[in-house]
C-alpha cells in the first residue's frame, strides 16, 4: 500500500528537486514527511485528494498529496 | 513622465485651494513611487512636532510607476502621514481600485493640508476637482457611504471613506475602500477625520505614458503567464492569507488571549478551509489581480457581507480574544469596517481590556456593564461601536493600547502588547527570534508586512540569536516595501513564487530607467533611515528603548501550545538589537550615523 506526496515551490527543495515521492500508506502525513526529511513545521497545507486534512490524516493506498510551504506571509 | 501620471494634487482644506504642479523628475528618480514619495514630502513639508491632528499634518497619499498597470496587482497605493496612534511614523498600503484611478486623472500624490471648516468629501474626475458638502454622508459607516457614492456618481468611480471612528479620530481608525481594503494601520482614518474630509471619490479616463510600449506589453504578459503557470496558484486563491491560520496553531504562531500562548484549544474553528466552507461565497480581487485572494463572505447568523476575515483579523479578532466561531470573528470584522477602525489593533487592544477586566482591574463598573472575559463575543460587538463612539470605556482603549495602559496602570503595561505604541500584528513571538525584531523594529510599530520572517526562524532554528537571521530581517525590511514603492501587489512574489527578477524589464519599459534589484533594495534602504529620522525628529529621546517588545515575550513563557514554556531571554532581545544597529550602520542607540546618512546620500534631510 502507498500514497504519493507531491510538494510545491520551496518544498521540493527537500527532495533535491524532484517532483513527487512514494511513502506507505497506513501511516500519517506527518510520518511520511518526516521519513521524507520534510520537517512538518514547516509545512502550512495539506491537501489529500485536493482536498484539505490535518498532517494527522492516515494515508491511503492511492491517496495523492499535495504540501504547500508557507513563504512569506501576508 | 513616463509611467506617472505627472503631477501632484494639493488640497488646502483650510482654504479651499486645489492645486497641481508636476512631479519632479528627481523625486521619481530617487524615490520612485508610493512610500518613496510619502516619507519624502512628510519630512519635507510637515514640520517638526506638528500635531497628528491639527492643520500642520498632511495625508500623502502616492501611486507608484506600477500603478493602474497591466502588471499584477498593481492596484496598491500608500497613504502616509504623522500617526495618531504612535506619534511617528504612518505609511499604510490599500488595494483596491483607487490607485488605478487616481493614475488615470494624472495624479501621483493627492496631498491633504490643513483642516476643513465643515464636513467635505474631495470629488475628482479627471481635471475637475472640488470640495464637495458632505453634511448628508457624516456620522454613516464607512461601506454606506462608498454605496452612496457610487451610486450617486456611477461604478467607475472609486471612493475611499471614513467611518464614524475616523469622524472621532480614534487613533486607529482606517480609512475603507473597495467594501473591505484598507489603509489600515497608525490611525490614517484619524487624521482624514480630523481634516473634515469624509471621502474621496475619483475617476480617471488619461493614459498612462510609458517609455517603450512594446517591451512593456511584452514584460507585462510575461508577469501574468508566470502567475498563471504557477503550481501554487489555485490552493492561494483558494484561502488567501487564511492558508496560515492551521500552520500558526501547529507552531504556536497564532495568538491567544492576548498573546499569552500561541496556540488555540478552539483554533480548528477558525481555519481557512473550515471559513472557506462555512461563509466565503466568492474570491474577490485588487485591480489587476491574476490570483484573488480577498474572500468575500456571508455570515447568515448575523445577516452581514463582508471581505474576510483575513488571517491578520482571524488572529487578532478570533483567538487573541478567545472568540471560536468564526462567524463571529467575521461579523466583528464587518462592525470594525463599516464603523471605520482597524481590525489588528482592535484586537489588541480589546485583548488587553479583557485581560485587565480577568486580573479583577476592571469591573463591570468599568465596563459599562459588559463582562469582559476572553470568548465573550457579544461584549466585542459592543466595544468596537463603543470605541468608535469613544463612548464609555470605549473611549479609553481609543487612544490605543499604550495610552490606555498607560492611563490604568497597576501593571497593566506588561500585557500591552505593542513597539512604539502599534499594537503587534498577529504572530506570537515568544520564541521566533528573526519574527520578534521584525516586529521591534517596523517602522510604523509592531506590523509585520514590512518582514515576514518567522519561517525563517523554523528553518533555521527559532531561538537562534544569529547574525544572519539579522541579515534577513534588514533585507526584507527593504525588499517587500519596495512593492508598496512601485505601487503593485507582494504577494505574486512572497505567495506564488513568481521569479522577482520578472518586474525589472516591466519597470524599464515603462520607465525608461534601467534598475537592478539592489538598485531598488537601496532605495529600499533609504525610505528606512528616512523613516527613522522622522522617529528620532519627532519624539524627544528617541532611542533603543523605543525598540524593545512587549515583556509578555521576555518574561511570560505561554502556558500551553507549541511553544509551551519557551521565551525569548532578555539579553538575547538587547542582542539582537545590538547586531541589528552594527548591520544597519546605526549608533548603540539606533541612530542612523553620520556616515551611513553619507553613503545614502541623505544628509540633506537632517536639520
Same mark, same amino acid.
Given at each position: 500500500?502507498?500514497?504519493?506526496?507531491?510538494?510545491?515551490?520551496?518544498?521540493?527543495?527537500?527532495?533535491? &528537486?524532484?517532483?513527487?515521492?512514494?511513502?506507505?500508506?497506513?501511516?500519517?502525513?506527518?510520518?511520511?514527511?518526516?521519513?521524507?526529511?520534510?520537517?512538518?513545521?514547516?509545512?502550512?497545507?495539506?491537501?489529500?485528494?485536493?482536498?484539505?486534512?490535518?498532517?494527522?490524516?492516515?494515508?491511503?493506498? &492511492?491517496?495523492?498529496?499535495?504540501?504547500?510551504?508557507?513563504?512569506? &506571509? &501576508? | 513622465?513616463?509611467?506617472?501620471?505627472?503631477?501632484?494634487?494639493?488640497?488646502?482644506?483650510?482654504? *479651499?485651494?486645489?492645486?497641481?504642479?508636476?512631479?519632479?523628475?528627481?523625486?521619481?528618480?530617487?524615490?520612485?513611487?508610493?512610500?518613496?514619495?510619502?516619507?519624502?514630502?512628510?519630512?519635507?513639508?510637515?514640520?517638526?512636532?506638528?500635531?497628528?491632528?491639527?492643520?500642520?499634518?498632511?495625508?500623502?497619499?502616492?501611486?507608484?510607476?506600477?500603478?493602474?498597470?497591466?502588471?499584477?496587482?498593481?492596484?496598491?497605493?500608500?497613504?502616509?502621514?504623522?500617526? %495618531?496612534?504612535?506619534?511617528?511614523?504612518?505609511?499604510?498600503?490599500?488595494?483596491?481600485?483607487?490607485? $488605478? @484611478?487616481?493614475?488615470?486623472?494624472?495624479?501621483?500624490?493627492?496631498?491633504?493640508?490643513?483642516?476643513?471648516?465643515?464636513?467635505?468629501?474631495? =470629488?475628482?474626475?479627471?481635471?475637475?476637482?472640488?470640495?464637495?458638502?458632505?453634511?448628508?454622508?457624516?456620522?454613516?459607516?464607512?461601506?454606506?457611504?462608498?454605496?452612496?457614492?457610487?451610486?450617486?456618481?456611477?461604478?467607475?468611480?472609486?471612493?475611499?471613506?471614513?467611518? %464614524?471612528?475616523?469622524?472621532?479620530?480614534?487613533?486607529?481608525?482606517?480609512?475603507?475602500?473597495?467594501?473591505?481594503?484598507?489603509?489600515?494601520?497608525?490611525?490614517? *482614518?484619524? /487624521?482624514?477625520?480630523?481634516?473634515?474630509?469624509?471621502?474621496?471619490?475619483?475617476?480617471?479616463?488619461?493614459?498612462?505614458?510609458?517609455?517603450?510600449?512594446?517591451?512593456?506589453?511584452?514584460?507585462?504578459?510575461?508577469?501574468?503567464?508566470?502567475?498563471?503557470?504557477?503550481?501554487?496558484?489555485?490552493?492561494?486563491?483558494?484561502?488567501?492569507?487564511?492558508? /496560515?491560520?492551521? !500552520?500558526?496553531?501547529?507552531?504556536?504562531?497564532?495568538?491567544?488571549?492576548?498573546?499569552?500562548? *500561541?496556540? =488555540?484549544?478552539?483554533?480548528?474553528?477558525?481555519?481557512?478551509?473550515?471559513?472557506?466552507?462555512?461563509?466565503?461565497?466568492?474570491?474577490?480581487?485588487? =485591480?489587476?489581480?491574476?490570483?484573488?485572494?480577498?474572500?468575500?463572505?456571508?455570515?447568515?447568523?448575523?445577516?452581514?457581507?463582508?471581505?474576510?476575515?483575513?488571517?491578520?483579523?482571524?488572529?487578532?479578532?478570533?483567538?487573541?480574544?478567545?472568540?471560536?466561531?468564526?462567524?463571529?470573528? $467575521?461579523?466583528?470584522?464587518?462592525?470594525?469596517?463599516? !464603523?471605520?477602525?482597524?481590525?489588528?489593533?482592535?484586537?489588541?487592544?480589546?485583548?488587553?481590556?479583557?485581560?485587565?477586566?480577568?486580573?479583577?482591574?476592571?469591573?463591570?463598573?468599568?465596563?459599562?456593564?459588559?463582562?469582559?472575559?476572553?470568548?465573550?463575543?457579544?461584549?466585542?460587538?459592543?466595544?468596537?461601536?463603543?470605541?468608535?463612539?469613544?463612548?464609555?470605556?470605549?473611549?479609553?482603549?481609543?487612544?490605543?493600547?499604550?495610552?490606555? $495602559?498607560?492611563?490604568?496602570?497597576?501593571?497593566?503595561?506588561?500585557?500591552?502588547?505593542?513597539?512604539?505604541?502599534? @499594537?503587534?500584528?498577529?504572530?506570537?513571538?515568544?520564541?521566533?527570534?528573526?519574527?520578534?525584531?521584525?516586529?521591534?523594529?517596523?517602522?510604523?510599530?509592531?506590523?509585520?508586512?514590512?518582514?515576514?520572517?518567522?519561517?525563517?526562524? #523554523?528553518?533555521?532554528?527559532?531561538?537562534?540569536?544569529?547574525?544572519?537571521?539579522? $541579515?534577513?530581517?534588514?533585507?526584507?525590511?527593504?525588499?517587500?516595501?519596495?512593492?508598496?514603492?512601485?505601487?503593485?501587489?507582494?504577494?505574486? !512574489?512572497?505567495?506564488?513564487?513568481?521569479?522577482?527578477?520578472?518586474?525589472?524589464?516591466?519597470?524599464?519599459?515603462?520607465?525608461?530607467?534601467?534598475?537592478?534589484?539592489?538598485?531598488?533594495?537601496? /532605495?529600499?534602504?533609504?525610505?528606512?533611515? #528616512?523613516?527613522?529620522?522622522?522617529?528620532? +525628529?519627532?519624539?524627544?529621546?528617541?532611542? +533603543?528603548?523605543?525598540?524593545?517588545?512587549?515583556? +509578555?515575550?521576555?518574561?511570560?513563557?505561554?502556558?500551553?501550545?507549541?511553544?509551551?514554556?519557551?521565551?525569548?531571554? =532578555?539579553?538575547?532581545?538587547?542582542?539582537?538589537?545590538?547586531?541589528?544597529?552594527?548591520? +544597519?550602520?546605526?549608533?548603540?542607540?539606533?541612530? %542612523?550615523?553620520?556616515?551611513?546618512?553619507?553613503?545614502?546620500?541623505?544628509?540633506?534631510?537632517?536639520?
Amino acid at each position: 500500500m502507498s500514497a504519493t506526496i507531491r510538494p510545491f515551490g520551496m518544498l521540493r527543495e527537500y527532495l533535491r &528537486g524532484e517532483k513527487e515521492a512514494r511513502v506507505e500508506g497506513g501511516q500519517t502525513v506527518r510520518q511520511a514527511l518526516a521519513s521524507l526529511g520534510i520537517p512538518p513545521e514547516v509545512v502550512a497545507l495539506v491537501l489529500v485528494n485536493d482536498q484539505p486534512q490535518e498532517k494527522d490524516y492516515v494515508l491511503q493506498e &492511492g491517496d495523492v498529496v499535495k504540501i504547500l510551504a508557507v513563504i512569506g &506571509g &501576508g | 513622465m513616463n509611467g506617472y501620471g505627472g503631477q501632484i494634487l494639493r488640497v488646502n482644506l483650510s482654504n *479651499g485651494q486645489i492645486s497641481k504642479e508636476p512631479t519632479p523628475p528627481e523625486l521619481a528618480r530617487e524615490f520612485v513611487g508610493g512610500r518613496g514619495f510619502g516619507i519624502y514630502f512628510l519630512l519635507k513639508e510637515v514640520p517638526p512636532k506638528a500635531d497628528p491632528l491639527g492643520p500642520q499634518n498632511k495625508l500623502i497619499i502616492s501611486s507608484g510607476p506600477f500603478s493602474g498597470l497591466m502588471i499584477p496587482g498593481a492596484g496598491k497605493c500608500d497613504w502616509t502621514t504623522k500617526a %495618531p496612534l504612535t506619534g511617528g511614523y504612518a505609511s499604510a498600503s490599500m488595494g483596491g481600485h483607487f490607485t $488605478a @484611478e487616481m493614475k488615470y486623472a494624472g495624479l501621483d500624490s493627492i496631498i491633504l493640508e490643513g483642516i476643513s471648516p465643515k464636513p467635505v468629501y474631495l =470629488f475628482i474626475d479627471d481635471n475637475k476637482i472640488e470640495l464637495r458638502d458632505a453634511a448628508h454622508l457624516w456620522g454613516k459607516g464607512s461601506m454606506v457611504v462608498e454605496k452612496i457614492l457610487k451610486d450617486q456618481y456611477g461604478e467607475e468611480f472609486q471612493v475611499a471613506a471614513i467611518g %464614524p471612528a475616523g469622524e472621532n479620530c480614534v487613533s486607529f481608525a482606517h480609512i475603507n475602500h473597495d467594501y473591505g481594503r484598507q489603509a489600515g494601520r497608525g490611525g490614517v *482614518g484619524a /487624521v482624514m477625520g480630523a481634516k473634515k474630509v469624509k471621502a474621496i471619490v475619483v475617476r480617471g479616463t488619461k493614459s498612462i505614458p510609458v517609455a517603450d510600449p512594446e517591451a512593456y506589453r511584452k514584460a507585462g504578459l510575461e508577469l501574468f503567464k508566470a502567475c498563471k503557470e504557477a503550481e501554487m496558484l489555485k490552493e492561494w486563491t483558494s484561502y488567501g492569507t487564511t492558508i /496560515v491560520v492551521s !500552520w500558526c496553531d501547529e507552531v504556536g504562531a497564532l495568538p491567544t488571549r492576548n498573546f499569552s500562548a *500561541g496556540s =488555540f484549544e478552539d483554533g480548528k474553528n477558525l481555519y481557512g478551509p473550515v471559513m472557506r466552507q462555512k461563509i466565503v461565497i466568492t474570491d474577490k480581487g485588487c =485591480f489587476g489581480c491574476p490570483s484573488p485572494c480577498g474572500k468575500y463572505s456571508r455570515v447568515q447568523r448575523y445577516d452581514t457581507y463582508v471581505e474576510g476575515p483575513e488571517y491578520e483579523t482571524i488572529g487578532m479578532i478570533g483567538s487573541n480574544l478567545g472568540l471560536k466561531s468564526i462567524e463571529d470573528v $467575521a461579523h466583528a470584522n464587518y462592525l470594525c469596517d463599516e !464603523w471605520g477602525i482597524d481590525t489588528i489593533s482592535a484586537g489588541g487592544v480589546i485583548a488587553w481590556a479583557m485581560e485587565c477586566y480577568e486580573k479583577g482591574i476592571f469591573t463591570k463598573a468599568d465596563t459599562d456593564g459588559l463582562e469582559l472575559k476572553f470568548g465573550n463575543a457579544e461584549a466585542v460587538f459592543k466595544l468596537i461601536e463603543k470605541i468608535a463612539k469613544k463612548e464609555g470605556i470605549g473611549a479609553l482603549l481609543a487612544d490605543g493600547v499604550k495610552r490606555a $495602559a498607560q492611563k490604568v496602570g497597576k501593571g497593566s503595561e506588561k500585557w500591552a502588547i505593542h513597539v512604539k505604541g502599534m @499594537e503587534q500584528s498577529a504572530y506570537a513571538t515568544h520564541n521566533a527570534t528573526a519574527m520578534l525584531l521584525a516586529y521591534m523594529t517596523c517602522d510604523v510599530g509592531a506590523h509585520h508586512n514590512r518582514a515576514w520572517a518567522i519561517t525563517y526562524d #523554523l528553518q533555521v532554528g527559532r531561538e537562534r540569536v544569529a547574525p544572519e537571521k539579522v $541579515a534577513r530581517v534588514i533585507w526584507l525590511q527593504h525588499f517587500r516595501p519596495m512593492f508598496d514603492v512601485l505601487g503593485g501587489c507582494r504577494l505574486q !512574489w512572497v505567495e506564488l513564487g513568481i521569479d522577482r527578477n520578472l518586474y525589472l524589464p516591466a519597470l524599464e519599459a515603462i520607465t525608461g530607467i534601467h534598475r537592478t534589484w539592489e538598485d531598488l533594495e537601496l /532605495v529600499g534602504e533609504r525610505i528606512w533611515n #528616512l523613516a527613522r529620522l522622522y522617529w528620532m +525628529r519627532e519624539i524627544d529621546g528617541f532611542d +533603543r528603548s523605543w525598540d524593545l517588545p512587549a515583556p +509578555r515575550f521576555y518574561e511570560e513563557p505561554p502556558t500551553s501550545g507549541a511553544t509551551k514554556g519557551q521565551i525569548t531571554r =532578555f539579553e538575547d532581545v538587547q542582542k539582537l538589537l545590538d547586531v541589528y544597529y552594527e548591520q +544597519r550602520g546605526w549608533s548603540p542607540q539606533g541612530h %542612523p550615523t553620520p556616515q551611513t546618512l553619507e553613503r545614502l546620500g541623505l544628509q540633506s534631510f537632517v536639520n
